[in-house]
């Protein structure tokens, strides 16, 4: 494996403050901005973008938004075929610009993560908005900027000590962090009164609090199995995640239990691995199981049926369960879940969905969702529901990443993401035209009849094996055969009307002239 050496300078900076980093070949742009956010000790939370001018190329999270004279590529992209090529060029985040040059190709390094070998500057405050903002806090006697401890910034590069080093504190991590970072975790624990903190104090209250014995047992009683397996394995020492793992550190991350590292890596304060092994009893990991199984429950019925009334999550829960659940532990359940991560409210005896109920639509749904007995998922759905957001794979969705690949050419990495997005859509009443339009928008754009014909006619499918909010979770064609309808009610091929046809308003104008305009 070799690597890049990289000479990163804040522009504007005088006396220029930079870093020499060697980053492995290999990793992807999104890689890269993680790795040089660790190395200025900040946040990776915001918009960036790389730019290579002699070249035309810039390379974003997506090209909404771009220059028009500018070829975009995404930052899932690997860095080596630009950066191999190039000099020097610039990185972009969050109203900071940074000069890169590349310096050298080293072709016998043996890490798989980055290091900065050499440095100059302090750590500039993100908050304080840019260099300008950086020499008026220079001015100011009484505030003292925080010197740079390469030794830290390099474990956090590797994984924050996977390899035997210190100890990570978790003053050291919240260090790190800008103010609104901090601020996000304190409204996560529903702490007022933060705004008006110095970032130093902020970070002190914040930690007193999460790390209280009461508020820590809470906040970890509501992780899933799968949440606690990924904590414990990186609080012993296995930093190093999967892709498909990242998302089951989100509830961890946002309680600020754990911080993420660069190449998707994790690591968890001494503080709190200590705390968490202190009350972490059999006791209390047998309630924590039991709840997670809950919500799992809860989580499922959210999705099929969007109001849910107790007995049903009653009677799926207990038709499962060897250990029976009660109304009365339903309702314990779900107070103890909704400070946390509970996504419905508990509206006139039913669960309802908690989008729902922000833009009002419980009324309009009941109008609208069929009278029908409740669909009752299986296990295997339940698990899905719960781990995927509400997904379950169906063969007709498998069918449809296929055409995406094969005909629309659309990315591998692209088709999950449009799949949950798909059945999301049609389960809440989507129609045809607005999945449509909803790809388009994803770039996926239909060129002729034949590729709209042949969309139409899988989404079709699709829709008719998706279980769908309106119907209680029952697929349309279960409907019929089940006898809860007499026809199940196809959705229309789509008629795709293009910029240059006659507008089907019937103006008179070409549909790029007046509806499409509109649109």
Request: hydrophobic share 35%.
């Amino acid at each position: 494996m070799g690597a890049y050496q990289l000479k990163i300078t804040i522009k504007g900076s005088k006396p220029p403050v930079w870093r020499r980093v060697l980053v492995p070949e290999g990793i992807t742009f999104e890689e890269l901005h993680r790795i040089i956010q660790a190395a200025f000790c900040r946040t990776d939370d915001h918009l960036y973008e790389f730019e290579f001018r002699s070249e035309g190329v810039r390379v974003a999270p997506s090209e909404e938004g771009g220059l028009q004279n500018s070829k975009y590529i995404l930052t899932g992209t690997a860095i080596d075929k630009l950066v191999s090529g190039a000099n020097k060029f610039i990185y972009t985040c969050h109203n900071w610009d940074y000069a890169i040059q590349v310096e050298d190709v080293i072709a016998d390094y043996k890490e798989s993560f980055a290091q900065v070998i050499k440095f100059k500057g302090d750590s500039i405050p993100e908050s304080c908005g840019d260099m300008a903002g950086y020499y008026e806090l220079l001015e100011q006697a009484s505030k003292k900027i925080k010197p740079y401890h390469i030794e830290d910034v390099n474990k956090r590069l590797s994984g924050n000590g996977n390899q035997g080093q210190e100890e990570v504190h978790i003053k050291d991590i919240y260090d790190c962090y800008d103010k609104n970072s901090l601020l996000e975790i304190g409204r996560r624990h529903h702490m007022s009164g933060l705004s008006k903190l110095k970032k130093e104090e902020l970070a002190e209250q914040i930690i007193a609090h999460i790390l209280d014995k009461e508020v820590m047992s809470s906040y970890f009683l509501c992780a899933r199995d799968s949440e606690i397996k990924l904590f414990e394995q990186v609080a012993a020492g296995n930093h190093k995640l999967l892709d498909s793992e990242l998302e089951g550190m989100d509830f961890l991350y946002a309680g600020g239990y754990v911080t993420a590292g660069a190449d998707g890596s994790f690591a968890a304060a001494e503080e709190v691995i200590k705390a968490y092994k202190e009350w972490n009893t059999p006791e209390f990991e047998e309630k924590r199981r039991r709840l997670s199984k809950i919500g799992d429950y809860l989580l499922a019925a959210n999705f099929l049926y969007a109001v849910t009334p107790p007995s049903v999550v009653l009677e799926t829960f207990n038709k499962y369960e060897d250990a029976k659940l009660t109304l009365e532990e339903l309702n314990q359940a779900y107070e103890l879940l909704l400070p946390y991560r509970c996504l419905v409210a508990y509206v006139d005896g039913n669960f309802a969905d908690g989008a729902l109920m922000e833009q009002n639509g419980l009324r309009e749904l009941l109008k609208m969702q069929k009278k029908v007995p409740y669909y009752i998922p299986t296990r295997s759905e339940i698990r899905s529901m719960a781990d995927n957001s509400g997904f379950i794979m169906t063969e007709e969705l498998d069918r449809l990443g296929k055409f995406l690949a094969e005909v629309m050419n659309v990315p591998e990495d692209r088709i999950p993401y449009i799949l949950h997005q798909v059945q999301a859509e049609i389960s809440t009443g989507g129609q045809l035209q607005d999945l449509i339009d909803d790809l388009e928008e994803a770039e996926v754009v239909f060129e002729n009849d034949e590729q709209t014909k042949a969309f139409s006619s899988i989404i079709n499918d699709v829709w008719n094996h998706t279980r769908l909010v309106l119907n209680r979770g029952h697929k349309p064609y279960e409907m019929v055969m089940k006898g809860l309808e007499e026809k199940s009610v196809q959705r229309k091929n789509i008629e795709k009307v293009y910029p240059n046809d006659p507008c089907p308003c019937g103006s008179g104008k070409k549909h790029k002239k007046c509806c499409g305009k509109k649109n």
